[in-house]
């Protein structure tokens, strides 16, 4: 038997007044919403990197889990010096701190002057 029709018999029977019961049906929603948020949060999120040549042909396609995603920006900045040069005007930092506050969606696309792109996405 749900909880709500538990709180609904009580108050047939009487146990509680309806007041009670309101509350205690109030309390329920309220702790459903309070766990979906957590499991929301908790949900494994993705740092998704595109980049393009000048052609718009992909040059590299990485998916990084979120909790990885300072390592994974360092080891794409080493392994490429040509993006190290790209991106040197993209604060790091910043776009992690922004992940890790919920940033969602394109959260950086950059373009060199040779027409490289670079496209972050969270998912």
């Keep these: 038997m749900s909880e709500k029709i538990k709180i609904l018999k009580m108050v047939e029977e009487g146990k509680i007044t309806a007041e009670e ?6 309390a329920i929603e309220t702790k459903k919403e309070e766990i979906k948020s957590i ?19 992909v040059k590299a396609n990485v998916n990084i889990p979120l909790a990885l995603v ?29 992940v890790k506050n919920g940033a ?12 490289d792109k670079v496209e972050v996405y969270v998912e």
């Design 70 to 98: 300072e390592t994974g920006l360092k080891i794409g900045r080493a392994y490429d010096k040509d993006l190290n040069d790209s991106l040197k005007d993209v604060d790091f930092k910043e776009i992690v701190n922004s």
């Design 104 to 115: 969602e969606g394109k959260i950086v696309d950059v373009e060199s002057e040779k027409g």
């Design 39 to 57: 499991e929301k949060s908790r949900s494994a999120k993705w740092l998704r990197v595109k980049v393009y040549d000048p052609e718009d042909n």
């Design 21 to 26: 019961g309101i509350k205690l049906l109030e």
